[in-house]
DNA sequence: GGATGTGGAATGACGAGTCATTCTATTTTT
DNA sequence: AAAAATAGAATGACTCGTCATTCCACATCC
């Protein structure tokens, strides 16, 4: 009755699912494990979640919605110059690290347990990469008008080949002794690499 | 007795194995949807194969083996300019995006499957990263050793960016319309980005 | 004391791996 | 060269363990 309980119920098994799928995977992950940490029956989880993929589902997609607000938000602010773009880049990746680097369970499970569970959650991971992808395009092709960036980028391609830089950076936290070190480093080398190139001038 | 034949029903198997996992992923595997696949007896099956992790691991050491040697070929040319720098780029990019290109079967398992079914597994994708990562790094430092590129580089994690970029690049293959158009446009993008960065000079 | 929540035993489906048996091809015997 | 013997390759019914899910007896709360 008291939906505040029920919520609680919720998000503790929810806690509990996270740390079993990003310790042992969802396959190893019995139903009975996630019950143990909790201390509660198994059959009462059924009454808090449908089925196995169904918790699952709720934790990535948690977190994917967590991405989608970083990545929506900070659309429409468009800069002018390089400078104010390379502030913008530092903000947005900062952003995304710090979200990855928030919950290192969610990192885990997003990079070694998500693809291939279900069908219908590789298409909602596939959905964000490609708003994503557009977005930084939609970016990239602002400072083109604007005349800070080369006219001639092939923007499709370097929008993903960004993003993948974003996630090799999250990636790369993940096992980084020290993680916020870690990022700005990234974040650095990266708004360098992106600006400037590698080539001495 | 004739070996031979032994090594044909083995990779008549290994064929098999890899269209399987491919297409409906290593947990929703059966063994008997391989033999199924050869028109055998499942049993056969194991006369060739220790269990069904054993031809995952020959399935994706394959691969990963591939990857390796496209790797370590290339590790002791080292160029003097930027220009040499530049067509290093493009070549040893072009293998390895054609590697992926070569067997979508084999980007689809390493990209959906193959990370988390098995830890020693993990680790062996992990070390082929770790090894990737360095070569990279090597090539850099002596970029910038001969002064063609900037002396101030955190060459530890752009070499990790690279490789994220190239990863980038064989997930983006696998979904492109004209992989090798694709491919080449990624490899001309991310040269330039290497080298001169996106501003407008 | 009824309604609602809980635990964990029971169920059933599923699939990996085994093994006794059959089949086939090659070799040996007559 | 036919018949018999042998090796070893292939088969698939069967076993066995593992969970996801269901069910119901019991507890807890109003």
């Known amino acids: 009755m008291d939906s505040d309980l029920i919520e609680k119920r919720r998000s503790q098994i929810l806690a509990a699912s996270m740390d079993a799928f990003a310790e042992k995977g969802y396959h190893d992950t019995k139903i009975s494990d996630i019950a143990e940490r909790l201390g509660i029956g198994h059959g009462t989880f059924y009454r808090y979640f449908k089925n196995k993929l169904d918790i699952f589902f709720a934790v990535v997609d948690g977190f994917l919605a967590q991405i989608k607000v970083v990545v929506e938000e900070e659309a429409p602010q468009f800069s002018d110059s390089v400078e104010s773009y390379r502030s913008q880049i530092r903000r947005i990746g ?3 690290l710090r979200l990855f680097m928030a919950d290192t369970r969610m990192a885990r499970i997003i990079f070694f347990q998500a693809l291939g569970v279900d069908p219908a959650l590789d298409a909602r991971l596939f959905s964000i990469k490609t708003l994503a992808d557009s977005m930084v395009e939609a970016y990239l ?34 096992f980084a002794a020290n993680p916020s070190e870690t990022g700005n480093r990234w974040i650095e080398a990266v708004s360098l690499l992106m600006l400037s190139g590698m080539a001495k001038p």
């Open 94 to 96: 900062g952003r995304m």
């Open 141 to 174: 092709a602002n400072g083109i008008v604007k005349g800070f960036l080369r006219p001639d980028l092939d923007t499709a391609v370097l929008s993903r080949a960004i993003n993948a830089m974003t996630l090799g950076a999250a990636f790369d936290i993940l």
